[in-house]
């Protein structure tokens, strides 16, 4: 069983509390990416130690690092070789340019050449269709590539080379990589300055430039605001847009001579209707209609969904009217009971059945619990007061 570094147990504190206390395990994918910066896959051990860090249940982790394809279920090789097979690259060779590579490396889709260099895989899709076929190394871009210079490609990797990628910095292997996914900056002097934009992205500059297409109002200098500015700044436009409405204008009469010559108040003109043999007919006078103001939705305002918590959110959707919550869905309507209980001596046979069996060793509630931030927080204040962690981590365990 691995026995993950303080490195990787102090980056771990350091991801973990870039989120609030009650939303722990949102780190989890970074987490998971941590891990596998350490072993090269999400072994089970990695799964444990992310499972612990969070206060989650193995099969809460195990379902997140099996449904995305970034996570390694596996030891890989130092460089993972990903080749487009999907219908566009398809057409322009791809699928001849993966035949190829696993021909010359002896092996097919999710496996290691022997001296643990290069792991071979078909992807169904790079979204690099304008530059296709392509392949990725690490998901770095090799465009355009051929049967020829893909095999060229992993040979020089297999040497100890690092071949320049189309686009995109310097390569770098798994490992590494994994520790930039994880939210760590890569520190190899000079990594980033390597690498360029390919030509069809700068053809499409090229041409929005020539042809003045731009978002309206847009300035590659505004920063980003949080969710605070951005609803002050809301609120302020709306009050700025209700003092300037114009105020209502009060409805008057016009005075009209009557036939000796005298003003008549009256009310707006009637509206004439015509008659059968084409003559117009007045109505007598119609009160007057006043259009009606736009003012919008007459819904009353409501939070934001952001300012609930996901559950709730989800449990609303799934039952819009609940009034009473359940531990398991908060927000939704308890189910009637439909069936009469069962009789007082089953009761007892399953209270006993209960009491005999010992739930499993990872048979934590499901959810956030903020017990293990709180350590991992604990333990951080503690580095920088230069206390001994690792015994402080050794209590929290026995804890």
């Known amino acids: ?37 350490e072993e090269g896959y999400v072994s089970p051990a990695g799964v444990t130690f992310c499972a612990e860090v969070l206060g989650l249940n193995k099969a809460q982790v195990g379902a997140v690092a099996t449904f995305y394809t970034m996570y390694k279920r596996k030891p890989t090789g130092d460089f993972l070789v990903s080749v ?7 057409v322009l060779g791809g699928q ?13 889709h999710d496996e290691t050449t022997a001296d643990g260099t290069i792991t071979l895989e078909h ?18 871009f090799f465009d355009g590539v051929d049967p020829t210079t893909a095999v060229g490609v992993v040979d020089e990797l297999r040497a100890g ?31 980033v300055a390597d690498g360029g934009p390919g030509e069809p992205t700068l053809r499409g500059l090229r041409l929005a430039q020539e042809h003045g297409v731009s978002v309206p109002g847009f ?31 009060e409805a008057t009469t016009a005075p009209v001579k009557g036939g000796d010559g005298a003003a008549t108040p009256t009310a707006a003109p009637a509206t004439p209707v015509t ?17 009606a103001a736009a003012t919008g939705s007459t819904a009353p305002d409501v939070k934001a969904p952001d300012d609930k918590s996901p559950q709730v959110r989800t449990a609303e959707t799934r039952q819009p009217d609940a009034g009473t919550a359940v531990p398991d869905a908060p ?22 059945g209960a009491a005999a069996n010992a739930p499993a060793g990872d048979g934590k509630p499901a959810g956030d619990s903020t017990g293990a931030q709180e350590r991992n927080l604990t333990e951080a204040s503690a580095d920088a007061d230069g206390t001994d962690h690792a015994a402080a981590s050794e209590t929290g365990a026995q804890k």
């Open 96 to 108: 001849e340019v993966y035949d190829t590579l696993s021909e010359h490396l002896g092996v097919g």
């Open 123 to 140: 992807a169904e899709c790079l979204a690099a269709c304008d530059y296709g076929p392509v392949m990725t190394v690490n998901y770095d």
């Open 331 to 352: 927000g939704t309507k308890a189910p009637a009971q439909t069936s009469p209980p069962a009789p007082r001596d089953a009761q007892a046979a399953q209270a006993a």
């Open 275 to 291: 008659g059968g043999d084409g003559a117009a007919t007045p109505t007598g006078n119609a009160e007057p209609v006043e259009p």
């Open 161 to 191: 080379g690092r071949p320049m990628p189309t686009r995109g910095a310097r390569l770098c292997t798994l490992k590494e990589m994994a520790v930039q996914l994880a939210g760590f900056a890569d520190e190899r002097d000079g990594a």
């Open 1 to 37: 069983m691995t026995v993950f570094t303080e490195e990787t147990r102090e980056r771990a504190r350091e991801i973990i509390a870039r989120y609030p206390a009650d939303r722990s395990r949102s780190a989890l994918l970074p987490l998971l990416h941590l891990v596998q910066a």
């Open 84 to 90: 487009c097979t999907n219908t566009m690259c398809n």
């Open 219 to 249: 300035d590659p200098n505004t920063p980003i605001r949080s969710k605070a500015e951005a609803d002050k700044a809301a609120a302020e436009a709306k009050a700025k847009a209700e003092a300037a409405k114009p105020a209502p204008v």
